[in-house]
T-cell receptor
């Protein structure tokens, strides 16, 4: 079945440093979604990318969808302690379900 | 902002007992899902539900699991005879459209089977 992998599994940065997580799907995706889960919390939808090569920005977050629509990345510029959490990409396995990636846990210290 | 509500927030049950996890999706959403997350691991799909029937289920969702939308607002997940390995966080989610749209997740029910 479809697999969605993310690297790294864990990253620890100093506040102000940049952070990137990479997402790779075993199958071509019609779209890719990104979610953030704070420690002890639930996944919160951040954004959806649909077009090949699409780039979207949300303040310090930049999301990119690969040309082949099998990979994606999330880049955070100048991390803050509020960015702490696990970032998941997710792609439609079928029309009726999302398959979540393995997640990247981000820790930010002062 | 509309929310997906889940109750209880934490349930402890003995192995072999039945549990019912409850969810109230966002009122104008049509598609409903259950996911689970074992501590520190990824979010795993269990089942999707539309128009009062299951659209898709995973291999985890065996005969011990069932879902129901009993009254047009609640959406429940029943585990008939719980096992230790059912201990996890269970998330309900809903979306207004099929497939290509972000899900709204509830805050989850932490199920502990002892």
């Amino acid at each position: 079945g479809q697999q969605v992998m993310q690297i790294p599994q864990y990253q620890h940065v100093q506040e102000g440093e940049d952070f990137t997580t990479y997402c790779n799907s075993s199958t071509t995706l019609s779209n890719i979604q990104w979610y953030k889960q704070r420690p002890g919390g639930h996944p919160v939808f951040l954004i959806q990318l649909v077009k090949s090569g699409e780039v979207k920005k949300q303040k310090r977050l930049t999301f990119q969808f690969g040309e082949a629509k099998k990979n994606s990345s999330l880049h955070i510029t100048a991390t803050q302690t509020t960015d702490v959490g696990t970032y998941f990409c997710a792609g439609p396995g079928t029309a009726s379900k999302l398959t979540f990636g393995t997640g990247t846990r981000l820790q930010v210290t002062l | 902002e509309p929310e997906v509500t889940q109750t209880p927030s934490h349930q402890v049950t003995q192995m072999g007992q039945e549990v019912i996890l409850r969810c109230v999706p966002i009122s104008n959403h049509l598609y409903f899902y259950w996911y689970r997350q074992i501590l520190g691991q990824k979010v795993e799909f269990l089942v999707s539900f539309y128009n009062n029937e299951i659209s898709e289920k995973s291999e985890i969702f065996d005969d011990q699991f069932s879902v129901e939308r009993p009254d047009g607002s609640n959406f429940t997940l029943k585990i008939r005879s719980t096992k230790l390995e059912d201990s996890a966080m269970y998330f309900c989610a809903s979306s207004p459209y099929r497939g290509n749209y972000g899900y709204t997740f509830g805050s989850g029910t932490r199920l502990t089977v002892v």
